[in-house]
């Protein structure tokens, strides 16, 4: 179903026109309300004038991350504080959090764009959904829950964690849907698996995924042991939260529908700036067109993907592809870029090995190591050590290690170390995003 389908299938050329109209108002305002945005069109040479349509946003200088740290707290808000609704804020790894408002106008944007995604994902009204996105600072938790009932489906706010609740619960009210993160749906599938729940107990038929990259390996896991279909939901708090786009259920495997009457894409090299062709793979750049509070232009998103249209899908807007790392999370092993994804998407073709690693990188030797930690399937590890003390051991586990390496080395062009763990060794999400990579290398 289409929540709003007039706009999701307006045709292209009406599409643009409506994107320009706004994007010519957002430059407006931004330029005579933000002082930072009068400061970087000035330093440009460009004037407000110039941004006619989309074609000109190359003309604007990129917004980083480092915007928003320098404005803290509400310095690139184009209004004062006490007109705004909300603030949510996203933390960073040091210091001080960015800070994000909305005001009621960009509340319904962002619910309208949820309701969408929802749809998309299959969810409709009436369904029950467990929000299992943390509420608060973080905008998983109020993105989805309003956009959830925008959608008129039954939100049951039982945020991030808290395993045992989530499946009591999932099981005596008969969840439809659920929304977490990929890690956090693992940990749940996981643990159903090994407290023996009955899967006709449960009644959940979508999964809507995101807040950290992921791919069909885990989407496979997740799908089979939850008996859901999962798609993917895209987003970040300085662009509105989730919901800047969202894979649909019937055509999973081929990218997320940006919700781009609000959003416009780019995509750009990640060394020279420059915007690459629809198809081609580099950084995110996002424009927003409609949002009051706080929106940017040319945000920097530091995302890796790729975007496109998809002429026999059911929606005009345009599609990306899943994000394969962030930028400044890329590993540079021996001159080759990695990203932990890489690995992950290996893995799914590999038997009798989990969706759970971890990447350890070292260099206590003259280079940089990378050591895949990868539990044994839980299936055929209890399999084999029936009759094997060290199941581990077992040729069945010594070849899909060694099939691993190969594939590894075969489609990464690296040679790392491989090594086995016992299933549920590896750290699992305990409901928030999980990271899969302890950088042990010493500076
Ligand atoms: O993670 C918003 C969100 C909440 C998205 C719930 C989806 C679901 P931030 O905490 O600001 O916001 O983090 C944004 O997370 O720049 C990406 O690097 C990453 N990210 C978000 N969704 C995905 C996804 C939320 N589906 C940052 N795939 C983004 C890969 C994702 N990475």
């Not at 929304?179 to 643990?191: G, I, K, R, V």
């Not at 939901?233 to 009457?261: A, C, R």
Request: with cysteine; aromatic share 8%; charged share 25%.
């Amino acid at each position: 179903m289409l929540f709003n389908k007039e706009i999701e299938t307006l045709p292209l050329d009406k599409l643009r026109k409506l994107q320009n109209e706004q994007l010519r108002h957002q430059v407006h305002v931004l330029y005579n309300r933000v002082p930072y945005y009068k400061q970087l069109f000035d330093n440009a040479g460009v004037t407000p004038a110039e941004i006619m349509t989309v074609e000109d946003l190359p003309k604007i200088p990129f917004t980083y991350k480092s915007a928003l740290r320098d404005n803290y707290p509400f310095g690139l808000f184009t209004m004062p504080r006490n007109e705004v609704a909300r603030l949510h804020c996203s933390s960073g790894t040091t210091g001080k959090p960015i800070v994000v408002g909305y005001t009621l106008k960009d509340l319904d944007i962002f619910a309208e764009v949820i309701a969408r995604s929802l749809s998309a994902a299959g969810c409709e009204k009436g369904m029950l959904l467990q929000n299992a996105y943390g509420y608060g600072l973080f905008t998983g938790g109020l993105g989805l829950h309003y956009g959830a009932e925008k959608l008129g489906m039954t939100v049951l706010p039982i945020s991030g964690g808290g395993t045992d609740k989530q499946l009591m619960l999932m099981q005596d009210f008969q969840s439809d849907a659920i929304c977490c993160t990929p890690s956090y749906a693992l940990t749940l599938a996981e643990e159903i698996r090994k407290r023996g729940i009955d899967r006709n107990s449960i009644n959940l038929k979508y999964a809507i995924l995101g807040a950290e990259p992921w791919t069909e390996s885990i989407r496979s896991e997740v799908e089979t042991k939850l008996g859901v279909i999962a798609t993917n939901i895209y987003g970040l708090s300085e662009i509105i939260g989730p919901g800047v786009s969202q894979e649909d259920f019937e055509e999973k495997g081929t990218g997320s529908y940006i919700w781009e009457d609000h959003f416009y894409p780019e995509v750009v090299d990640k060394d020279t700036g420059k915007p690459l062709p629809y198809g081609q793979q580099g950084v995110l750049v996002f424009t927003t067109l409609s949002k009051e509070a706080s929106p940017l232009l040319r945000y920097y998103t530091n995302d890796i993907a790729s975007i496109y249209y998809d002429k026999t899908a059911k929606r005009t807007h345009i599609k990306m592809s899943p994000i394969a790392g962030r930028a400044d999370d890329m590993l540079i092993i021996r001159g080759v870029n990695l990203f932990h994804t890489q690995v992950e998407s290996v893995l799914e073709d590999i038997a009798h090995l989990s969706a759970n690693y971890q990447l350890i990188v070292s260099n206590s030797g003259a280079m940089d190591e990378v050591e895949v930690r990868v539990e044994a399937e839980q299936a055929t590890f209890e399999a084999l050590s029936k009759d094997n003390m060290d199941a581990l051991m077992h040729d069945t586990f010594v070849s899909a290690t060694r099939a691993l390496q190969k594939k590894i080395k075969d489609n990464i062009g690296l040679s790392m170390k491989i090594t086995l763990q016992l299933p549920g060794s590896i750290p699992r999400s305990e409901g928030g995003k999980l990271s899969r990579i302890v950088d042990q290398r010493k500076k």
